[in-house]
């Protein structure tokens, strides 16, 4: 079953611009990560954000979590060509479960 | 590399016939979990390992599917009488322990079962 969804399914915006992308989740979570995945390959880790924490950054990453809402977003600012890839939010929830995938947000950055 | 490693990176196969797929973690890791992710969608848990307790067996979908890990380092997974709808990527990811949350996959398997 889902327990993350990510909004929007699909995004395309220019080089240089911000972009935007959420998650949704249902149960209470221990932590919510990010990770990217570029097409036909693996998945790599972009960034952890634990319950308690609101807001994380690394490098041209934000991440927010809002737990009384259920919600994240990931913000990519001065968004490249590079950065084209499907992103998806995961869930761990409380209990130290497997994490849980969402569908993904695939980027399209045009240059 | 020292990342997780999986073979064969592509599988192309016969309605029925059965199939294994294999993954080396990183060196240490204690956990080990196999995903699935059909063409476009997110993924999908199947199974997961961690030192030796009993594996959690609670996403594979048929019994057709099964895995195991071998001292606590490389596992298989098999799926018997392959259908067409078991095409996929599979992919395998490890991690240090349960606690650190972040995991560490590697580039997937391609099943194709014609």
């Known amino acids: 079953s889902q327990q993350g969804e990510e909004d929007p399914q699909a995004l395309s915006i220019q080089e240089g611009e911000n972009a935007t992308m959420n998650c949704s989740y249902k149960?209470?979570?221990?932590?919510l990560q990010w990770y990217r995945q570029n097409s036909g390959r693996g998945l790599v880790h972009l960034i952890l954000?634990?319950?308690?924490?609101r807001e994380k950054h690394s490098g041209r990453l934000r991440v927010t979590l809002d737990t009384s809402k259920k919600s994240s977003s990931l913000l990519i600012t001065a968004s490249r060509a590079a950065d084209t890839a499907s992103y998806f939010c995961a869930t761990e929830k409380v209990g130290n479960t497997p994490l849980v995938f969402g569908k993904g947000t695939r980027l399209s950055v045009i240059a | 590399g020292a990342g997780v490693s999986q073979s064969p990176s592509n599988k192309v196969t016969e309605k029925g016939k059965d199939v294994e797929l294999r993954c080396d973690p990183i060196s240490g890791h204690t956990a080990l979990y196999w995903y699935r992710q059909s063409l476009g969608q997110g993924l999908e848990f199947l199974i997961y390992?961690?030192?030796?307790?009993?594996?959690?067996k609670s996403g594979l979908p048929s019994d057709r599917f099964s895995a195991e890990r071998t001292g606590g380092s490389v596992s298989t997974l098999t799926i018997q009488r392959t259908q067409q709808e078991d095409s996929a990527v599979y992919l395998c990811?490890?991690?240090?322990?349960?606690?650190?949350?972040?995991?560490?996959f590697g580039e997937g398997s391609r099943l194709t079962v014609l």
């Open positions: 954000i634990r319950s308690n924490e």
């Open positions: 390992f961690q030192g030796n307790s009993a594996p959690d």
């Open positions: 149960t209470s979570i221990n932590n």
């Open positions: 990811a490890s991690s240090p322990d349960t606690n650190t949350g972040e995991l560490f």
